[in-house]
């Protein structure tokens, strides 16, 4: 018999948190956008008080501001942060696969192989669309590995915290994605050589590189 307690059922409040930073995070909700709590209220089939709380936790990720007379709007992020944003993801990425060389399995590194593979498949198919949150996988499991107390928590914090529209996403160009994914095939050979240096080194690389891409498109 199971001796884990049940999952509590999520609350409103965090229903309509997990809703509107997914729409924040992924730009279906642009920067500049007003947000109205009776608006959000009617369209998530909750009442105001439970928006007002999911607003407040968004100020406070910095991802929607308050403004007299206007409320709150979703936050505009300029060029300066995002070489910010990037540049934090670099440092962040970059230690959590130096430290993930050290420890990673040989199971964590064949998944991360099968994922991978997944992602040639698909941008040999031409299912380009499907990369970007693959790739936030690949990422994200790496820095799982290499710091499960810290560094995953600050990484997803870090990702969260800025918009990606998914039309902007640098692997709907095909040259781009095969250049992502050669620098994922390095990564994962520095992983497997147990290479801290050149793990760490390529992930900087890689995660600077969207970051350009980006200030320029």
């Known amino acids: ?6 999952r509590p059922p999520m609350s409103k409040a965090d ?20 947000l109205r709590a009776a608006d959000a209220a009617k369209r998530l089939g909750v009442s105001v008080t439970p928006v007002r709380e999911a607003l ?3 100020e406070k990720d910095r991802l929607i501001s308050y403004e007299a007379h206007h409320g709150a709007t979703v936050v505009d992020l300029g060029d300066e942060a995002v070489a910010e ?19 990673i399995t040989p199971e964590e590194l064949a998944s991360l192989r099968e994922l991978h593979a997944a992602m040639v498949a ?5 299912k380009n669309e499907r990369l970007g949150e ?15 107390a810290f560094l995953g928590a600050h990484a997803r ?4 915290s800025f918009p990606v529209p998914a039309e902007a996403s640098l692997w709907l160009d095909d040259g781009q994605a095969r250049a992502q994914l050669d620098a994922h095939a390095g ?31």
Do not use: C, K, W
């Open 187 to 217: 990564i994962l050979a520095a992983l497997e050589a147990g290479d801290g240096d050149a793990a760490e080194r390529i992930m900087v690389e890689h995660v600077r590189s969207a970051g350009e891409h980006r200030t320029h498109h």
């Open 15 to 34: 229903y309509v948190y997990s809703v509107l930073l997914e729409e924040i995070r992924s730009g279906r909700i642009p920067g500049g956008t007003a």
């Open 134 to 148: 693959q790739s936030r996988h690949f990422h994200l499991r790496i820095v799982d590995i290499g710091g499960p």
């Open 85 to 103: 944003y990037y540049g934090l993801r670099a440092v962040v990425e970059g230690l959590g696969a130096r430290l993930a060389a050290a420890r």
């Open 56 to 58: 407040r936790r968004l």
């Open 1 to 6: 018999m199971s001796t884990s307690e049940p």
């Open 122 to 126: 698909d941008a040999d198919r031409g």
């Open 157 to 160: 914090s870090v990702r969260n």
